[in-house]
């Protein structure tokens, strides 16, 4: 039944979504709301749940040259585990530091460390981004980030 690589992984995405999609309809219902908060999990989950059956059904076989690029070296090991540790602290300093400063500083300093070498574009992306979203959350969507210690 599961001869394919797709086909595997197209059912762990199935019960991945499920199980994503019966958290999101017990979410709680906002009477007030324009867009209540189980809108975008809902359809994330439903994304996901039709795009684990496409490739469910996918009849491309894989090549050994596609097998080749499912070994992940050492090195990649490494890189993504530090990434990881980038993560972690992300999210420990996001209520402390604010999601402002803490999102432009993460955004740099990984494509940093991932050996982007243009720092000027690399620091604009980081800065406008972080603005944007902020902006979208707070003041459009009126759903409040962490300040942190910068006051807005």
């Not at 979410?27 to 809902?42: E, T, W």
């Not at 990881?84 to 300093?109: K, P, Q, R, W």
């Not at 009126?142 to 910068?150: D, E, H, S, V, Y």
Request: charged residues 15%.
């Amino acid at each position: 039944m599961l001869s394919r690589i797709n086909q595997k992984i197209a059912v762990i995405l199935a019960i991945l979504a499920g199980f994503y999609l019966v958290l999101s309809y017990n979410l709680p219902k906002y009477p007030n709301a324009i867009i209540d908060a189980d809108v975008v999990p809902k359809g994330l989950g439903l994304l996901l749940l039709f795009f684990a059956v496409l490739l469910y059904f996918d009849k491309k076989e894989e090549t050994e040259a596609e097998k080749l690029k499912r070994t992940i070296t050492k090195e990649n090991v490494l890189l993504l585990l530090s990434v990881l540790v980038f993560i972690l602290f992300y999210i420990f300093l996001l209520e402390i530091v604010g999601f402002l400063l803490m999102t432009a500083l993460f955004i740099f300093g990984c494509s940093l460390f991932l050996g982007y070498k243009k720092h000027v574009a690399n620091a604009i992306v980081s800065i406008a981004f972080s603005l944007v979203i902020y902006g979208l959350f707070n003041y459009l969507l009126k759903i409040n980030l962490p300040a942190g210690i910068i006051p807005l």
